[in-house]
């Protein structure tokens, strides 16, 4: 088991994109609260089309205001090269690029088939490296696809020996829809290490199906050592039908320091974040602890 693990906090891009846009204002008030956990690294926006994704719309306004948070690596998802781009010149750092395993799922997300989006990642990864930037390739619908169903695993890893001939810096497999359990999630872990070499490996978990957080320990014990959370909890995907529920930022910083596994967030400040996401989308968040709290210690 591996002794210190990377938490990126999602909750300004994926937690957001299925909600209602609210202001600006609240978005930074929700950064203030998330930098205050300690967290290193936060998916702070995505470069997308608004008119798909409108709670995106003002992605560079966002990432204009980033540079008052200099301990904390800012990453964007884009789409396309168009989105690499306009990320490059809103001088983000880093970028993800989601690629679907699964054709139903990536035509519904992006217009494209499946290989029709793997075959941007050369031209995605140009514009990154060109801007001094770094690129993760993000597998979507790594196990399961809410349109064509479960996903040959064979797909997932065409992908990632793509990516990998194309530089990219990092692979990430994502359980879009929150279907998978602990034993698909090391099997595939241990796939993708065979034809990924050193690439660095992340995973993505939804608790659509209340196996998010085991899936995610499940993951580290494969030798993972970086995962997406969202505080509260909140998220899901506005193009996957039931995908609810990013796995809850302080429920996991929860898990894996009772585990005796090193994060770089607080957990209180975790919970405190949580509660700053909860007024600002106006809705109770799926979070245990955000209902439960810590529980006490000597």
């Not at 990377?6 to 937690?15: M, Y």
């Not at 490059?88 to 290989?115: C, H, K, Q, W």
């Not at 801007?131 to 479960?150: L, N």
């Amino acid at each position: 088991m591996t002794e210190h693990v990377t938490i990126r906090e999602v909750a300004l891009r994926d937690g957001l994109q299925i909600e209602a846009p609210i202001p600006l204002s609240a978005k930074l008030q929700l950064l203030e609260a998330i930098a205050a956990t300690g967290v290193r690294e936060v998916e702070a926006c995505a470069f997308v089309s608004p008119s798909k994704v409108p709670s995106m719309a003002d992605a560079a306004e966002l990432a204009a205001q980033l540079r008052r948070f200099p301990d904390i690596e800012f990453s964007a998802l884009v789409a396309s090269p168009n989105g690499a781009k306009r990320a490059m010149a809103a001088r983000l750092p880093a970028i993800e690029y989601v690629v679907a395993a699964s054709d139903a799922f990536s035509r519904a997300n992006v217009g494209r088939t499946s290989t029709e989006a793997t075959e941007q990642i050369g031209e995605i990864a140009t514009i990154a490296h060109d801007a001094g930037a770094t690129i993760e390739v993000i597998i979507a619908t790594a196990w399961d696809c809410p349109f064509d169903g479960p996903t040959p695993p064979q797909r997932v890893l065409d992908i990632a020996v793509t990516a990998c001939e194309h530089g990219v810096d990092r692979i990430s497999i994502a359980d879009t829809i929150g279907t998978t359990t602990p034993g698909r999630v090391t099997s595939l872990i241990a796939a993708l290490r065979q034809v990924t070499g050193t690439t660095i490996l992340g995973a993505h978990f939804h608790n659509t199906r209340g196996a998010g957080l085991a899936n995610a320990y499940a993951a580290v014990g494969a030798g993972i050592t970086r995962l997406d959370s969202s505080v509260g909890g909140l998220g899901g995907c506005p193009f996957a039908p039931g995908a609810t529920g990013n796995i809850a930022t302080e429920d996991l910083v929860y898990l894996l320091t009772d585990s005796g596994i090193e994060v770089d967030v607080d957990l209180n400040a975790a919970i405190a974040a949580a509660n700053v996401a909860r007024s600002a989308v106006g809705h109770d968040l799926p979070g245990a602890l955000l209902r439960a709290g810590d529980r006490k210690r000597n």
